[in-house]
Every structure is written in C-alpha cells, then in structure tokens.
C-alpha cells in the first residue's frame, strides 16, 4: 500500500468520526453535520471501491470490474434504504435516478471530453462491446419505467397495480442481467491489459478493509439522510435536487474521480468500463434490487415516476449508446452529455 493511500484511509477514519460527532452531538449545526456525513460518504465508497479491487485483481479483470462495480455500490444501497426507512421517498428514487444520471451524462461526459482531448486527432477511442451491452441493459430498464410512467399517467386500469407490476419488472430485469453477467465473465469482456496490475495489499488486509468500510458506509449513510432533511430546508433546496445531484454524486465520487484520471492516461477501454459498469448496475440491478428490498422498508419503492425523470431516463440511455456506440467520441460528444446534466440539474432544483 502506497503511503498515499495510508494517507486517505487515515482521512476517512477521521472524517467518519467527526461525522459520528455531528450526529450525535446536538451543538453542531445541522449543515456542517450534512457536510461531514457528505465527505465521510464518500471516503467510505473510495475505501469499499480500494479493497474490492484489491480482492478483484487476483480473479481476473472482468470479474474485478464486477466485483468493483457491485460492491461499490454499497453506499447508495444504504443511502436509499435508509432514505426509504425514513419515508424519504423523493429522496430514495432521485438519488437512484441521480447516480444514473450523474454517471451516464456528468461522468462519462467528463471522462470523453478528457480522453479525446489527450489524442492527436481529438478522438478517443475504445471497444464497442461493454458499451453497447450497458445501453441495451439501460434501455430495458428505462423503457420498464416508461410503460409504468404511461400507464399511471393515462389512469388506465394497470394503473392500479403498480407495486405489482413493479415487483415482476424488478425480477425479470434482475434475471436479464443475471444473463448478461454470466455472458460477460465468460466473455472477459474487460481490457485484460490495462487491468492487470499487481495488488498492493494482501487478501486479508482487503478483507478486512472492505469489511469495515461496508459497516462504516451503513453507520455514515443513516448520518447523512438524518442530517439531509433539515439541511435541504436549511438551504432551501427541492428532495429532487438534494437526490439527483448532492447524493448522487456523493455516492458516486469514486467512479467521478477513477473514470477521469484512467481517461488522462490514455486508458479508454478501462475508463468506459469503470463508468458504464457502474451505469448498468444501478439501474438494472440496484434499482430492481431495491424494488425489492424496499417491502421490508416503511416505504415502498415502485418504477413509477414523475414523467420528466421517466423522459430524461430513457432519452439519456438513447443518447449514450448513439455516442459510445461506434467506439470514437469527441470533446463535443463529451461537452454534449455535461450540458444535458446540467440542465437536469436545474429542473430538479424547480422541483417542488
């Protein structure tokens, strides 16, 4: 382990423990004990994302991917179903929708615009398989929630079964992407390469990191959705706006941060899948798996949304595989996703 990354495992403890101290600790105001919570979040999906691809490297780079993807997303597992718990519904839906968004438009738009810039010729270019199998995944889940949209909003007579519609679209696409999961490791899929680096850390040392950082994650995100609703009211903020961008891309730095910085260095095919990997989880296995989940939670999750969430879904699953589907994209295709994000962003924080 390099001495750096000593460092930010230090951090995270630190930050975890003044975030405990902003829960518990009534003089603290309730903005610096959101903010805490914030930063503690994501030092806790670094440290989950660190050690499962410390425990990944020794299986093979498509099972590391995986394993990254799915373990990474922990923190947004128990943000939603602790928003869910505490009846934060707009919260739980926006923040799924969110880290969609946040990774589909603002991340792979970031790391497009900074791998194209890096070429010669302003192309970036990368394999077209993974790219195109996680716009098909996202096409089937944004269309499942567009047919419910549609039913709910023509008060038509399915209208009225929604959570059950809801419970059999969450298992088909969970057995979809069960498939497509079993395919993909057959496949290895993933840039062998460009992942094959040696792990730094020994399996147990991993273990145990990964073990304390999924408890830590549970811990910080119930802080963080305690502190988040009166911070929200606090700055005057809209649920929609806190779940698509403040919890989203919370939850998500680590994918933010690693997708970029493999794009700089001129790792395309790696940086596509750390980003399109993780699009695909969520919202084919994440948000079925929460569906599901959430009849044990006080409040039950459904893929019924508001229309624009429902629109701004499957126009972004039409977008990115127009973009990454032929395997080049440019600082235009890049700026292109961002200004989309941007303009959600800003008619989530009109959302009443």
Do not use: C
Not at 102 to 116: C, D, E, I, P, Q
Not at 161 to 183: D, E, K, N, P
Not at 245 to 272: F, P, Q, S, T, W
Request: charged share 10%; aromatic share 8%; net charge neutral.
């Amino acid at each position: 382990m390099t001495r750096i990354q000593r460092a930010i495992i230090a951090l995270v403890v630190v930050l975890t423990g003044l975030a405990a101290l902003g829960r518990y600790e009534s003089g603290i105001p309730r903005i610096v004990a959101f903010i805490l919570a914030a930063l503690a979040l994501a030092g806790q999906a670094w440290t989950v994302s660190f050690a499962t691809e410390q425990i990944g490297m020794r299986f093979g780079p498509a099972a590391t991917g995986v394993m990254q993807s799915t373990i990474g997303n922990l923190p947004e597992f128990f943000v939603v179903l602790f928003a869910l718990q505490a009846g934060q519904k707009t919260v739980a839906e926006t923040a799924l929708i969110g880290s969609i968004l946040v990774n589909a438009l603002l991340v792979l738009g970031l790391v497009l615009a900074t791998g194209a810039s890096r070429e010669r010729d302003q192309i970036m270019r990368f394999k077209t398989g993974l790219p195109n199998d996680t716009a098909t995944l996202m096409l089937i889940a944004s269309l499942t929630i567009v047919l419910i949209a549609l039913v709910t909003g023509s008060h038509d007579g399915a209208g009225r079964h929604v959570q059950t519609i809801s419970i059999v679209g969450a298992g088909a696409l969970l057995v979809v992407y069960a498939i497509w999961m079993r395919q993909y490791l057959r496949g290895d899929q993933a840039p062998a390469g460009e992942a094959a680096d040696k792990p730094r850390i020994s399996m147990q040392t991993a273990v145990v990191l990964l073990v304390a950082a999924g408890v830590g994650s549970a811990f910080v995100s119930d802080w963080f959705v305690n502190a988040l609703e009166p911070t929200i009211h606090q700055i005057h903020l809209s649920q929609s706006f806190a779940g698509l961008v403040i919890v989203a891309i919370a939850g998500n730095a680590v994918e933010n941060a690693a997708g970029i910085y493999l794009a700089y260095r001129g790792k395309h095919d790696l940086a596509i899948s750390v980003v399109k990997n993780s699009v695909a989880q969520i919202a084919a296995f994440l948000y079925p798996l929460m569906v599901l989940v959430s009849l044990a939670t006080a409040t039950h999750l459904t893929f019924s949304l508001a229309p624009v969430w429902a629109g701004a879904l499957i126009g972004t699953a039409i977008l990115i595989w127009q973009i990454t589907g032929d395997g080049e994209a440019t600082p235009f295709e890049g700026a292109a996703l961002i200004a989309i994000y941007i303009v959600l962003a800003m008619v989530a924080a009109y959302e009443s």
